[in-house]
C-alpha cells in the first residue's frame, strides 16, 4: 500500500538544534519530520496547546467541516455524541467525504483528507466557494492526535468505512451496506497521555459538556436554521441540547441581551452583498453601560475584530452623526459623537462570509482582508440610514443616548486623568494605603488588594516587601455593571486600584504599563468578601478585561481552619479537607479547631505561611474561556433584574448547601 503520509510538508524538529560534545553543528543535526509526524512532534502548531483548548480544538475542526457543507447549502443537521468510551462522535448530513480514487495518489480521497497535510476541497477549487478550518490540516491533524480514528461515509447508496490508529491508516476503505442517506461520521478517541501510554499527546481527555455547548449554541446562531444536538452519554442519565434558530443573528442578539431591558423590541437587521462578499449584522441597544459587538468571518470569532469590524464602526458612526446634524440634535458648533460614544449600550453581531479570507497571524483572531472593510461601511451606512429615517422615535432615542454617553466621557476623561500612575518611581502619584514593593520588572511584581485596614495591616507586616505589594481597600467598590464610567471613577477605591496598577483604563488599556504581572483578591471567605470579590471581578472584566485575559488575576485562597494538636498546628481549606485532616492526625487528644471568620484574625505570620508565601501558598487564576457567556453571568449576577437572579440562586442552591457561611 502507498506511504500517502509522506507527501506532506516536513518540519524541523528544533530540538535537534545542540551541540554534539566536540560542539559539532553540521547537517547531521538536523532532523526533517515528514507527514503527520510533524503534527504529533509540535501539535501546539496546529492546535495550539495540548491542555483542554487544544482538546476541544479537535472536535471543532470536525464540527467546521460539517458546517463548511452548511454553508454550501448541502448539511441541515449535526449530531455531536460525548461517548462514554473517551471517543466523541461527529455526524453530519452533508454530501459525505468523496470516496473517490484520488488521481495524484491513487488513494480514496477522503483517506489524503485524513492522511495528508494541506489536501482537501478549500483552496479555490469548487467544492466550497465559503469554509472555515485551518486552511484543509484540520482532519488529518484530528487524525494524527487521536489514537485511533474511524469513518463512515454514506453516498451514492452505500456505506464506506475506514479507521486509523495515530494517522496511520488501518485497513483499506471498504464498503459495508447499502444506504438512502448521504453524510460523513466521524468517531475520534483524543491520544491521552496515562498509565500504559507515556507518549500521548493530551493531558487530559475530559471534554467540558458546558464549554461544547458554548460553541455549538453560537455555531446554530450563525447559520440560521442549521439543527445542531449535542448529547453526553458519560452521566446517568443522558444530557442533551439542541440548538436551532430560523432568525440567526437577530435572536443571538435577543440572546445576548435577554438579561437587559432593550431600547426597541427588535434588533436592526442588515443584510447584504458586494461580489462575492456577503455581510450580514444585527444590532440592539439597551440600558447597560457597556459595548459587546462580535465580530466572525465564515462562522471564525474574530476576537480582535479586523476589517469587518472597523468598517462596522466606522459606518455606525458616521450614520449618527449625520443624522443628528441633519435633525439639528448635534449643535452646529457642537463636536461630532466619538465612536466610544455611540457603542455605549451596544449588542452587536456582524457575520461576513467570503472566499478565503486573509487573516493577521495563524490563530485567526483578526481579519486582514483590506476590501472588505469598504463592503461592511457601505452596506451597514446604507441601510442603517434608512432605518432611522423610516423610524423616527428610535433614532431620537437612541441618539439622545449617545448624546448622555458623550457627556459622561467627557466627566470620566476628568476623572481619569486624576488616576494615571506616570512613572513607577513617582510614589507621590500612588494612593496613599498603597506599601508598594522595591523590585521594577513586573514579571516578578505582585499587588495584594486586601479587605479591611486590619487585614491590611497583617499583609503589609507578613509579606515580602521585594516583591508584594498591599492595597488595603475599605468596604464595597461600586458596582459598575450598574454605572457609567465618570460615575464609578468617583469611587475612591476604584481610583486607588487604578492608579496603582498603572495601566489605565478601557481603551486607554495598555499591558507594557501595568506595574504588577500576579493582582490578588485576597479577602474573607464569607458572603461579604466573596461580594467585594465579584465586585471587583466585575470592574476588571467591564473596564479593564485584559487583566483577565492576559492571566494577570488572581484570587487567594486563605484557609477556613486552623486545627491545633498538642504543639502542632495545620490549616484546613474547606470542610472536606478538615474532615480528611481529622481522620490523619485523630481525634485524641480532641483537637482544638478554629474557623477564622475574616483575615484580621491571622497574625501577620500566619496570613505569609498560609496565604502569602509562594512557596506554600495556593491561589486560583482567573480565566475566561467565553466572553460572551461570561458577561451574561456578570449581568445575571450584578445587573438590575432580581428575577433572572432569584432563579439562578435557586437552580445552584445545591452547591453551595453545605457551605458554612
Known sequence: MADTTRQADPIIDSERFTDTPEGQYDETQIQVLEGLEAVRKRPGMYIGSTDTTGLHHLLYEIVDNAIDEALAGYCTQINIIINRNGSITVDDNGRGFPVGIHPQTGRPAVEVCLTILHAGGKFGGSGYKVSGGLHGVGAAVV?????????????DGKVYQQAYERGQVCYDLKTVGETDRTGTVVTFFPDVRGEGNPDGIFESGDFHFDTIKSHMRDLAFLNAGLHIRLTDLRGEKPEERAYRYEGGIREYVKYLNRHREPLFPEPIHIVGARGTIHVEAALQYNDSYSENTFAYVNNIHTKEGGTHLMGFYAALTRVINNYGRKYKMIKENDANLKGEDVRESLTAIISVKMQEPQFEGQTKVKLGSSEVRGVVDTLVYDQLSVFLEENPPIGRALLDRCLN?????????????????????????????????SERDASKCEIFLVEGDSAGGSAKTGRDRHFQAILPLRGKILNVEKTRLDKALTNQEIRSMITAFGCGIGDEFDAEKLRYHRIICMTDADVDGSHIRILMLTFFFKHMRPLIEGGYVYIAMPPLYKVTQGKQEYYAYDDAEQEKLLERIGRNPKPDIQRYKGLGEMSAEQLWSTTMNPQTRSMMRVTMEDAIDADALFNLLMGDKVEPRREFIEENALLVKNLDV
Open 405 to 437: 454617553a458623550a457627556r459622561a466621557r467627557e466627566a470620566a476623561r476628568k476623572a481619569r486623568d486624576n488616576t494615571r500612575r506616570k512613572t513607577v518611581l513617582e510614589s507621590a502619584s500612588l494612593p496613599g494605603k498603597l506599601a508598594d514593593c
Open 143 to 155: 487524525n494524527a492526535l487521536s489514537s485511533r480514528l474511524e469513518v463512515t461515509v454514506y453516498q
